[in-house]
């Protein structure tokens, strides 16, 4: 077992600590269950109060080397066709936030000390009903953390990988909502007509889960079209790590999406 398992995470709630248990083998069905309905898996309190206080703090330490992302894009990638204007394809949006990439962040970290825990990996694994499961290898984005400050943003999109995986370590004051409307689209259909729709009035239509400090999420956003939405003036930074697996070992991330979180260079957070 992990040696350090017990004193990150409330195992009482969360049973990673006894992996063959009936009740580990309830937990994992009902997070399949919760992506399969509705995309989202929220695991409240997953790690323990005292733990996320102390990775915020960690996390603070970093803000001052943090890399700056601060340009609109569309929700897409951008391919070689020709669509109209005002197509939910090409229609952009504001994103604004600090990005602490996987190097920068100390290898006896507490958030590091999680994300190489095998039983993580393997509770994920299991939820996914893959036959593997791997954490990155990349030295820039297997773990990061997301930051946004007063006015910060991270426009609607979809995620280029079939799941997500975070831990939210500050929750703004005010802002920094996250947002998304589930299975929105498929391989077979796009749906632009109901991405149209979802820019147009979001308020009726976008889901708005409560999610507090110290919650590990599991997400399908590849499907599911979300956002954050802008922080508010004096609000405390909204601090989230991402950590990414691959059903592949060794798997880095493409060398022109690194060179351009980096291109854009130091930023100060507000």
Not at 109 to 123: A, G, I, K, V
Request: charged share 25%; with cysteine.
């Amino acid at each position: 077992m992990d040696s350090t398992l017990r004193q990150l995470l409330d195992v009482a709630r969360y049973p990673l600590d006894e992996p063959d248990s009936d009740r580990m083998r309830t937990l994992i069905a009902e997070c399949g269950a919760d992506l399969e309905e509705g995309a989202l898996c929220l695991l409240p309190g997953f790690v323990r109060p005292d733990v996320v206080q102390r990775m915020a703090a960690e996390v603070e330490l970093l803000l001052g080397e943090a890399y700056r992302f601060d340009h609109a894009r569309p929700a897409y990638d951008v391919d070689d066709k020709a669509w109209p204007p005002g197509h939910p394809r090409i229609t952009t949006h504001d994103c604004r936030y600090h990005q602490i990439l996987n190097y920068q962040i100390p290898n006896a970290s507490l958030l590091r000390q999680l994300y190489l825990s095998e039983h993580l990996t393997e509770f994920v694994r299991q939820v996914l009903g893959y036959e593997t499961l791997f954490r990155s290898a990349c030295p820039h984005l297997a773990l990061t953390v997301h930051v946004g400050g007063p006015g910060d943003c991270n426009g609607w999109h979809f995620d280029g990988n079939a799941a997500v995986f975070s831990l939210l370590l500050s929750q703004a004051d005010s802002g920094g909502q996250f947002e998304y409307v589930p299975y929105v689209r498929d391989e077979r259909n796009e749906n632009y007509e109901a991405l149209a729709d979802i820019f147009a009035r979001p308020e009726q239509i976008a889901k708005r889960p409560e999610i507090g400090a110290g919650t590990f999420t599991l997400f399908r956003g590849d499907e599911s079209i979300h956002r954050v939405t802008e922080i508010g003036a004096g609000s405390k930074p909204r601090m989230i790590a991402v950590f990414s697996y691959d059903c592949a070992p060794n798997m880095v991330f493409p060398q022109e999406y690194i060179d351009q979180i980096r291109g854009l260079g130091l930023g100060v957070i507000a």
